[in-house]
């Protein structure tokens, strides 16, 4: 997982108007860890990918969707656990 991946998290997030707080609870993890995948340092597993995406109502490519740069291993291992 790379940190762009952990951006767009935040970047969703914050359209969504959610805060760290919120997203973590609806997720059932601690802020701390929310804040270390925004950041890059932490990597979510598939399950916790799609939990994302579904709380914050956005197609899973939304993740990896970035100005000139997809990580299509990234999108695969998404579409995979769908």
Excluded: W, Y
């Amino acid at each position: 997982m790379s940190i762009e991946v952990g951006r767009r998290i935040k970047a969703l997030r914050r359209l969504k108007g959610m805060t760290q707080q919120q997203l973590s609870c609806k997720l059932g993890i601690s802020v701390s860890l929310l804040s270390n995948m925004e950041r890059g340092v932490k990597k979510p597993a598939p399950e916790l990918l799609e939990k994302i995406v579904e709380i914050l109502e956005v197609p899973g490519e939304e993740l990896f969707v970035l100005p000139g740069r997809v990580n299509l291993q990234d999108i695969e291992t998404v579409q995979s656990h769908a």
